[in-house]
């Protein structure tokens, strides 16, 4: 009845990384989408509570630090790790 999952099916994949440049989903008061700017300040971390991972980022136009998680970040340039 009930499929198994290895956990490695269970995972999010989400490749961001602290000081990538990304854009911030958000909606106002009439519904309509527009976008912010901000830098993210946080290495990905999961919560427990919400059960998916997150990042921290700081929207330029606000100047406050938020929580983001994957469905309202959009990567503009991410920074890479370099070849050894």
């Known amino acids: 009845m ?3 999952r290895s956990p490695k099916d269970s995972q999010i994949i989400w490749d961001i ?3 990538d440049l990304v ?3 958000k909606y106002n008061m009439d519904g309509d989408l527009y976008y912010e700017s901000g830098i993210v ?3 990905k971390m999961n919560d427990q509570i919400v ?3 997150y990042v921290n980022i700081y929207v330029f136009k606000s100047g406050i630090v938020e929580r983001h998680l994957p469905n309202t970040v ?4 991410s920074k890479s ?3 050894p």
């Open 2 to 4: 009930d499929e198994q």
């Open 17 to 19: 990384f602290e000081g």
């Open 23 to 25: 854009q911030v989903k």
């Open 41 to 43: 300040v946080s290495p």
């Open 51 to 53: 059960l998916f991972p």
């Open 74 to 77: 959009e990567i503009i340039s």
């Open 81 to 83: 790790l370099a070849a």
